[in-house]
């Protein structure tokens, strides 16, 4: 493999010195000699009509501006995962709501000069509902006449296939048919940065918004549509984020923020508290999921039926899309010609599910790879050769019609990561008997680069190269603090032969940037990180040119390389790229300038094979971890650290949805856990020493045959834990997470 000079390197991140320093300012850092303070009151009940709401000792307290409620603010719908103007999406939001439809539901809005007299404000608003029974278990929601939003549940149905499944399952005898069923939960983000937006009037009648999100022209769009704005009239800024998996591509606290600006006509920053975020945000999506796979003697699946129920939430946001986004990837792992895909999408009243790390990969992976590791041990196989016979290969087509899997190399991974980890010696170590039994697991996953084939996917860069040699390269990028504006760096700077720290790289400002559809999808090194490479090589090719002008000659005679251009005959006289520029300038009258807009031409599959080792104390229920290996077919790591990095979170987030996360709930729809004393994640002290083997085989048009892998590191975590405890108690553990509660009764049910 060729050993480039930048692209493969570990590169010291762009901000990691402002960010470890605190000298960088986020947007809850942000103040204004004029600036007001806003916090919002989330509905204390799961389902009720307001029938009335007092906000007039509020309104009295000294320092209060002005309280909205629903009776003086916008009543239009929205739908916060509306992310392009055209898109056809169910709109059954509003900024603040006369009818609450889980707790946590936005009721009213204080403004104030202060902050300590916004909780005194908040405190003093009355609100009287009328309340209604909940709908909190989304089975109950499907089985019910009742309807909220005015729509019968479900509200969305998908499905999506290939081949003759009821056929297939009809000539395999039942002692060959394997069926499992799992409930995932609702998940908190837990980003260490809450939700904040910083909304300000600017002349001539425009409205300015700093946002850290990950969706930045999306804000303009739902800015602009909320305040019944032209575009230019919404000036949208990216602010640095603090965290976000999926937790700030959705748009629902700045049209809110900034309507309160506009109103006022006063610099408003609206910020939210822990128990704000884990309510009043977004979760990840709560699923119930059977599967039911046939397969012949020789261990070859030869059909699977998949069903999937999406609990929405409070409202539909991407309740329909999620379901849709797992069909699509089950299809595109194993070789299964007859399979097929069922989802409903049904509202429950509990707080929204929305995007998260893997945007459902986790859970439908989780699925069915617990069902192949059962399927193996069923057949006496060894789940590693289980899965090594039925892997889809490079290059194979997907089956439901979609783009090509490209140079897929799940077998690599799979055959690396079980090497690393001595999968077959631990296989055949004597059973545990005692307190403490070990156990391993092993699961595969796939996830997508971009949305070709699906959506819309472009994004536009600007590149120039200033008089002294340096470079600026604005775009409409999204830096969520996993180095991508490290790896644009990379890209460019080994295109043009020069060091990644001489290139700036601006992120998105929707007044100053070409366009981009947002970071999600994972699509940010494939197909933002092809355009770099792409405008990088335009840049290229016109200082070549230009350079040929000052130096009277052909630009075939002009090299460049390490900041320095030459004539090929006389290589001696070098100049740096800064001299070269400026007579450029002054010589040829020309800017070093040019634009490139960039299509997504395939999306090949990222993929994953992990493999954990536990320990589980049969006493207490408490699960540890021996070992843990992750590889990860990434086809080109730009910057290693990064790519490593993204790991480690990936799997400290997959440990979590396996072993602790959820946000819980009583029969009335009261949560549970609305802080990090009761909302429990893992700590630093749980984690495993995660080991991490990268298969690099390129082939795909990814700049230097990069893939994603921010999103895909989580998705294999929670199903390789939850096989490796049900191997090490030999039991069958169906609800997530596996609390030592759970753990303990799975064992005394077994010992019963």
């Not at 001696?572 to 020309?590: C, I």
């Amino acid at each position: 493999m060729k050993d480039y000079k930048y692209v493969g390197k570990n590169i010291k991140f762009k901000d990691v010195e402002e960010r470890v320093t605190g000298r960088l300012k986020y947007a809850g850092d942000l103040n204004h000699s004029d600036m007001l303070y806003s916090r919002v009151l989330l509905s204390e009940v799961a389902r009720g009509r307001i029938k009335s709401i007092d906000s007039s000792k509020a309104e009295e307290l000294p320092g209060v501006v002005k309280v909205y409620t629903y009776e003086n603010t916008p009543q239009n719908t929205f739908n916060s995962y509306n992310w392009y103007r055209g898109q056809e999406v169910s709109k059954d939001e509003v900024l603040l709501t006369p009818y609450a439809r889980f707790v946590g539901d936005r009721v009213a809005a204080v403004v104030a000069r202060d902050k300590k007299t916004l909780q005194q404000a908040l405190d003093l608003i009355e609100v009287e509902y009328e309340e209604e029974e909940p709908i909190i278990d989304p089975r109950e929601g499907l089985a019910s006449d009742d309807s909220l939003h005015g729509e019968e549940n479900p509200f969305a149905k998908q499905e999506l296939s290939c081949g003759d499944v009821e056929g297939n399952f009809a000539e395999i005898p039942d002692e060959l048919i394997f069926e499992d069923e799992l409930e995932t939960p609702k998940i908190h983000h837990a980003t260490m940065e809450n939700h904040v937006c910083f909304a300000y009037p600017k002349e001539p009648d425009r409205i300015a918004i700093v946002s850290p999100c990950q969706l930045l022209f999306s804000v303009r769009m739902m800015v602009a549509n909320m305040l019944d704005l032209r575009f230019n009239q919404v000036h949208a800024i990216k602010a640095p984020v603090g965290g976000s998996f999926g937790a700030k591509q959705e748009i629902f606290l700045e049209p809110l923020c900034a309507f309160m600006a506009r109103d006022l006509d006063r610099p408003v920053k609206l910020e939210f508290k822990r128990r704000d975020s884990i309510l009043a945000t977004r979760t990840r999506s709560k699923i119930i999921g059977k599967v039911k796979t046939a397969v012949d003697k020789e261990g070859k699946i030869r059909a699977r039926d998949i069903d999937v129920l999406v609990d929405a939430g409070g409202y539909t946001s991407n309740g329909n899309i999620v379901s849709i986004a797992m069909a699509k990837k089950v299809f595109r792992l194993y070789r299964i010609e007859n399979q097929r895909y069922r989802g409903k999408s049904v509202h429950t009243n509990t707080p929204i599910g929305g995007a998260c790390r893997g945007y459902g990969s986790p859970q439908i992976h989780t699925l069915t790879e617990i069902n192949i590791d059962r399927v193996a041990k069923r057949l006496d196989m060894d789940p590693v050769d289980f899965r090594l016979k039925n892997l889809i290969q490079p290059y194979d087509k997907d089956p439901t019609g979609g783009p090509n899997l490209g140079n897929a190399q799940i077998i690599a991974a799979l055959k690396e990561g079980a090497e690393k980890f001595d999968w077959y010696n631990k296989r055949n170590r004597k059973e545990d008997k005692g307190r403490y039994r070990r156990g391993i697991g092993v699961a595969c996953c796939t996830h997508g680069n971009g949305y070709y084939g699906a959506y819309h996917d472009f994004t536009g860069m600007t590149l120039r190269m200033y008089a002294d040699g340096s470079l600026l390269l604005n775009t409409g990028l999204h830096e969520l603090g996993n180095a991508t504006l490290t790896a644009i760096a990379q890209i460019a700077g080994e295109v043009l032969e020069i060091d990644p720290g001489e290139i700036t790289v601006l992120e998105a400002d929707t007044d100053l940037s070409p366009y981009d559809i947002g970071a999600h999808a994972s699509r940010g090194t494939y197909v933002c990180g092809m355009c770099a490479f792409k405008i990088a090589e335009k840049l290229k090719e016109q200082f070549l040119r230009e350079s040929a002008k000052v130096l009277n000659t052909t630009a075939d005679q002009v090299e460049m390389e390490q900041g320095e251009v030459w004539l090929k005959d006389a290589p001696q006289k070098r100049l740096s790229y800064g001299e070269m520029a400026a007579r450029v300038q002054v010589e040829n009258q020309r800017e070093l300038f040019t634009t490139y807009s960039y299509q997504a031409q395939t999306n090949p599959g990222s993929y994953g094979a992990h493999f954990a080792e536990v320990e589980v104390d049969t006493f207490t229920g408490l699960v540890k971890f021996k070992d843990y290996v992750a590889a990860h077919d990434v086809g080109k790591a730009i910057n290693p650290s990064s790519v490593e990095g993204q790991i480690h979170g990936g799997v400290q987030m997959g440990i979590g949805m396996a072993l602790c996360e959820e946000i819980t709930f009583n029969d009335k729809g009261q949560p549970l856990n609305t802080n990090f004393s009761s909302y429990h994640l893992v700590n630093a002290p749980e984690m495993p020493k995660v080991r991490v083997s990268l298969i690099e085989e390129g082939g795909d048009e990814g700049p230097y045959g990069a893939k994603s892998i921010g999103e895909i590191a989580t998705v294999p975590v929670t199903a390789a834990v939850v096989n490796a405890v049900n191997d090490a108690l030999d039991i069958k553990l169906n609800v997530l997470p596996m609390t030592p509660a759970r753990i303990l009764e799975a064992l005394n049910e077994k010992e019963e």
